[in-house]
Protein backbone atom coordinates (compact mmCIF):
# COMPACT_ATOMS: atom_id res chain seq x y z
CA UNK A 1 0.00 0.00 0.00
CA UNK A 2 3.21 2.73 0.52
CA UNK A 3 4.26 1.53 -2.76
CA UNK A 4 0.60 2.81 -4.55
CA UNK A 5 0.52 5.64 -2.30
CA UNK A 6 4.20 6.72 -3.37
CA UNK A 7 3.83 6.06 -7.02
CA UNK A 8 0.39 7.85 -7.30
CA UNK A 9 2.15 11.03 -4.93
CA UNK A 10 5.09 11.05 -8.03
CA UNK A 11 2.41 10.62 -10.80
CA UNK A 12 0.33 13.23 -9.84
CA UNK A 13 2.95 15.57 -8.91
CA UNK A 14 5.45 15.07 -11.93
CA UNK A 15 3.83 18.13 -13.98
CA UNK A 16 4.69 20.84 -10.84
CA UNK A 17 8.40 19.93 -10.61
CA UNK A 18 9.18 21.40 -13.94
CA UNK A 19 10.85 24.78 -13.95
CA UNK A 20 8.58 27.53 -14.17
CA UNK A 21 8.75 30.27 -16.72
CA UNK A 22 5.79 32.35 -16.92
CA UNK A 23 3.15 34.20 -14.48
CA UNK A 24 1.52 31.39 -13.40
CA UNK A 25 -2.91 31.63 -13.94
CA UNK A 26 -5.64 30.55 -12.11
CA UNK A 27 -8.87 29.50 -13.36
CA UNK A 28 -12.32 27.01 -12.06
CA UNK A 29 -13.46 24.36 -14.17
CA UNK A 30 -17.12 22.72 -13.83
CA UNK A 31 -17.58 18.97 -15.56
CA UNK A 32 -20.41 16.91 -15.17
CA UNK A 33 -19.31 13.07 -16.81
CA UNK A 34 -22.53 11.08 -17.79
CA UNK A 35 -22.73 7.37 -18.99
CA UNK A 36 -26.08 5.82 -19.97
CA UNK A 37 -26.33 2.05 -20.49
CA UNK A 38 -28.64 0.87 -22.95
CA UNK A 39 -30.78 -1.54 -21.26
CA UNK A 40 -30.07 -4.95 -22.73
CA UNK A 41 -27.59 -4.09 -25.05
CA UNK A 42 -23.70 -3.71 -24.94
CA UNK A 43 -23.98 -0.27 -26.26
CA UNK A 44 -24.79 3.15 -24.18
CA UNK A 45 -24.17 6.54 -24.40
CA UNK A 46 -21.22 9.05 -23.01
CA UNK A 47 -21.52 12.80 -22.42
CA UNK A 48 -19.51 15.11 -20.74
CA UNK A 49 -19.84 19.11 -20.44
CA UNK A 50 -17.24 21.62 -19.16
CA UNK A 51 -17.41 25.38 -18.93
CA UNK A 52 -13.84 27.10 -17.88
CA UNK A 53 -13.28 30.51 -17.13
CA UNK A 54 -10.20 32.60 -18.11
CA UNK A 55 -7.30 33.92 -15.87
CA UNK A 56 -8.80 34.48 -12.53
CA UNK A 57 -11.84 33.88 -13.14
CA UNK A 58 -12.65 36.80 -15.05
CA UNK A 59 -15.25 35.38 -17.83
CA UNK A 60 -16.22 32.22 -19.00
CA UNK A 61 -13.08 31.35 -21.81
CA UNK A 62 -13.80 27.61 -22.66
CA UNK A 63 -17.25 25.20 -22.72
CA UNK A 64 -17.33 21.58 -24.12
CA UNK A 65 -19.74 19.55 -25.30
CA UNK A 66 -18.51 15.84 -26.00
CA UNK A 67 -21.17 12.89 -27.04
CA UNK A 68 -20.19 9.89 -27.69
CA UNK A 69 -21.42 5.69 -28.12
CA UNK A 70 -19.83 3.62 -25.77
CA UNK A 71 -19.75 -0.48 -26.98
CA UNK A 72 -18.97 -2.55 -23.81
CA UNK A 73 -16.01 -5.23 -25.01
CA UNK A 74 -16.62 -6.89 -21.35
CA UNK A 75 -17.63 -5.70 -17.96
CA UNK A 76 -14.43 -3.95 -17.80
CA UNK A 77 -13.23 -2.77 -21.17
CA UNK A 78 -15.22 0.02 -23.09
CA UNK A 79 -14.94 1.03 -26.41
CA UNK A 80 -16.08 4.83 -27.41
CA UNK A 81 -16.19 6.88 -30.87
CA UNK A 82 -17.82 10.40 -30.57
CA UNK A 83 -17.69 13.64 -31.14
CA UNK A 84 -16.84 17.26 -29.56
CA UNK A 85 -17.55 21.07 -29.55
CA UNK A 86 -14.89 22.68 -28.07
CA UNK A 87 -15.90 26.86 -27.96
CA UNK A 88 -12.69 29.36 -26.83
CA UNK A 89 -13.17 32.70 -26.47
CA UNK A 90 -10.03 34.63 -28.61
CA UNK A 91 -8.81 37.78 -27.59
CA UNK A 92 -11.62 38.66 -25.06
CA UNK A 93 -13.75 39.25 -27.77
CA UNK A 94 -15.47 36.40 -29.73
CA UNK A 95 -15.68 32.42 -29.41
CA UNK A 96 -13.70 30.50 -32.44
CA UNK A 97 -15.02 26.67 -32.34
CA UNK A 98 -12.51 23.57 -32.45
CA UNK A 99 -14.24 20.15 -33.66
CA UNK A 100 -12.81 16.83 -32.79
CA UNK A 101 -13.52 13.34 -33.52
CA UNK A 102 -12.43 10.76 -31.09
CA UNK A 103 -11.74 7.29 -29.98
CA UNK A 104 -11.04 5.55 -26.79
CA UNK A 105 -10.45 2.51 -24.76
CA UNK A 106 -11.22 2.09 -21.24
CA UNK A 107 -9.87 -0.18 -18.87
CA UNK A 108 -11.00 -0.50 -15.47
CA UNK A 109 -9.02 -2.85 -12.67
CA UNK A 110 -8.87 -3.25 -8.64
CA UNK A 111 -5.27 -2.97 -7.23
CA UNK A 112 -6.42 -3.99 -3.52
CA UNK A 113 -9.44 -1.65 -2.53
CA UNK A 114 -8.58 0.95 -4.50
CA UNK A 115 -10.10 0.58 -8.71
CA UNK A 116 -8.18 2.31 -11.20
CA UNK A 117 -9.38 2.95 -14.92
CA UNK A 118 -7.15 3.26 -17.90
CA UNK A 119 -8.01 5.57 -21.09
CA UNK A 120 -6.29 5.60 -24.07
CA UNK A 121 -7.58 8.20 -26.33
CA UNK A 122 -6.71 9.80 -29.64
CA UNK A 123 -8.41 12.60 -31.27
CA UNK A 124 -8.38 14.13 -35.01
CA UNK A 125 -8.63 17.90 -34.38
CA UNK A 126 -10.18 20.60 -36.42
CA UNK A 127 -9.16 23.93 -34.81
CA UNK A 128 -10.55 27.09 -35.57
CA UNK A 129 -8.02 29.67 -37.62
CA UNK A 130 -8.12 33.15 -36.55
CA UNK A 131 -6.05 35.87 -38.82
CA UNK A 132 -6.02 39.31 -38.38
CA UNK A 133 -7.48 41.92 -41.03
CA UNK A 134 -5.94 45.43 -41.37
CA UNK A 135 -8.55 46.79 -43.28
CA UNK A 136 -11.47 45.72 -41.03
CA UNK A 137 -9.05 46.29 -38.14
CA UNK A 138 -10.29 42.99 -36.54
CA UNK A 139 -9.45 39.28 -36.01
CA UNK A 140 -11.35 36.94 -38.18
CA UNK A 141 -12.57 33.49 -38.58
CA UNK A 142 -10.45 31.68 -41.57
CA UNK A 143 -10.84 28.03 -41.90
CA UNK A 144 -9.40 25.40 -40.26
CA UNK A 145 -6.21 23.69 -39.28
CA UNK A 146 -5.45 19.68 -38.41
CA UNK A 147 -3.54 18.61 -36.03
CA UNK A 148 -3.81 14.69 -34.03
CA UNK A 149 -3.13 14.03 -30.37
CA UNK A 150 -2.94 11.02 -28.14
CA UNK A 151 -4.06 11.14 -24.76
CA UNK A 152 -3.52 8.65 -21.85
CA UNK A 153 -5.04 9.46 -18.24
CA UNK A 154 -4.99 7.24 -15.33
CA UNK A 155 -7.39 7.66 -12.47
CA UNK A 156 -7.53 6.35 -9.00
CA UNK A 157 -10.55 6.14 -6.39
CA UNK A 158 -9.32 6.11 -2.69
CA UNK A 159 -12.35 5.08 -0.47
CA UNK A 160 -12.09 6.35 2.78
CA UNK A 161 -13.63 3.24 4.49
CA UNK A 162 -11.45 0.74 2.83
CA UNK A 163 -14.15 -1.09 1.28
CA UNK A 164 -13.05 -3.01 -1.78
CA UNK A 165 -16.58 -3.09 -2.75
CA UNK A 166 -17.24 0.71 -2.70
CA UNK A 167 -20.82 2.04 -2.71
CA UNK A 168 -21.22 4.97 -0.81
CA UNK A 169 -19.56 7.57 1.10
CA UNK A 170 -16.22 9.60 1.41
CA UNK A 171 -13.00 9.08 -1.25
CA UNK A 172 -9.76 10.42 -2.19
CA UNK A 173 -9.61 11.34 -6.14
CA UNK A 174 -5.55 10.87 -7.80
CA UNK A 175 -5.62 11.46 -11.83
CA UNK A 176 -3.02 12.08 -14.12
CA UNK A 177 -3.46 12.95 -17.95
CA UNK A 178 -0.55 13.40 -20.16
CA UNK A 179 -1.52 14.27 -24.17
CA UNK A 180 1.32 14.12 -26.83
CA UNK A 181 0.79 15.84 -30.71
CA UNK A 182 1.88 13.37 -33.67
CA UNK A 183 2.09 13.78 -37.47
CA UNK A 184 2.03 16.92 -38.44
CA UNK A 185 2.48 19.62 -35.29
CA UNK A 186 2.50 22.54 -37.31
CA UNK A 187 -0.83 23.51 -35.95
CA UNK A 188 -0.27 23.07 -32.63
CA UNK A 189 3.05 24.28 -30.72
CA UNK A 190 5.29 22.20 -33.26
CA UNK A 191 6.51 19.52 -30.10
CA UNK A 192 5.35 16.25 -29.51
CA UNK A 193 4.81 17.11 -26.10
CA UNK A 194 1.19 18.78 -25.59
CA UNK A 195 0.65 19.19 -21.90
CA UNK A 196 -0.04 17.39 -18.90
CA UNK A 197 -2.68 17.58 -16.10
CA UNK A 198 -2.48 15.83 -12.84
CA UNK A 199 -5.47 16.52 -10.43
CA UNK A 200 -6.15 15.25 -6.68
CA UNK A 201 -9.99 15.66 -4.81
CA UNK A 202 -12.01 14.91 -2.23
CA UNK A 203 -15.54 13.90 -3.16
CA UNK A 204 -18.85 11.61 -1.63
CA UNK A 205 -20.47 9.10 -3.57
CA UNK A 206 -23.95 8.97 -2.61
CA UNK A 207 -24.67 5.59 -4.42
CA UNK A 208 -23.35 3.73 -6.44
CA UNK A 209 -24.80 5.55 -9.59
CA UNK A 210 -23.61 9.03 -8.37
CA UNK A 211 -20.49 11.23 -7.38
CA UNK A 212 -19.73 14.66 -6.59
CA UNK A 213 -16.08 15.67 -5.89
CA UNK A 214 -14.13 18.83 -5.71
CA UNK A 215 -10.01 19.09 -6.50
CA UNK A 216 -7.13 20.81 -7.55
CA UNK A 217 -5.74 20.62 -11.04
CA UNK A 218 -1.98 21.52 -12.52
CA UNK A 219 -2.30 22.14 -15.76
CA UNK A 220 1.05 22.57 -17.40
CA UNK A 221 1.22 23.56 -21.39
CA UNK A 222 3.31 23.73 -23.74
CA UNK A 223 3.92 26.60 -26.32
CA UNK A 224 6.11 27.17 -29.22
CA UNK A 225 10.13 28.73 -28.91
CA UNK A 226 9.95 26.84 -25.15
CA UNK A 227 7.13 29.09 -23.22
CA UNK A 228 5.03 27.22 -21.51
CA UNK A 229 2.13 28.16 -19.57
CA UNK A 230 0.57 26.70 -15.68
CA UNK A 231 -2.77 27.25 -14.81
CA UNK A 232 -3.84 26.18 -11.37
CA UNK A 233 -7.19 25.09 -11.23
CA UNK A 234 -10.60 24.43 -8.77
CA UNK A 235 -12.38 22.15 -10.15
CA UNK A 236 -16.04 20.85 -9.33
CA UNK A 237 -17.21 17.62 -10.98
CA UNK A 238 -20.24 15.74 -10.75
CA UNK A 239 -20.32 11.69 -11.99
CA UNK A 240 -23.54 9.97 -13.26
CA UNK A 241 -23.60 6.53 -14.01
CA UNK A 242 -27.00 5.00 -15.25
Excluded at 204 to 226: H, M, P, V, W
Amino acid sequence: MRQIILTGILFLFTATMLKAQQRPQFAGWLASFNSFRITGSKFGVHLDAQARSSDKWESLQTYIVRPGLNYHVRKNMIITAGYALVSNRFMQTDHFAEHRIWEQFIINHPVGFVPLQHRFRVEQRFIGNMVYDPSDVKWKKDGHNTAHRFRYFLRGIIPFSGERSFSKGMFGALQNELFLNFGDKSAVNGKTFDQNRAYVAVGYRFSAKFDLEAGYLNQYITQRNDNFTNVHVAQLAGYLRL
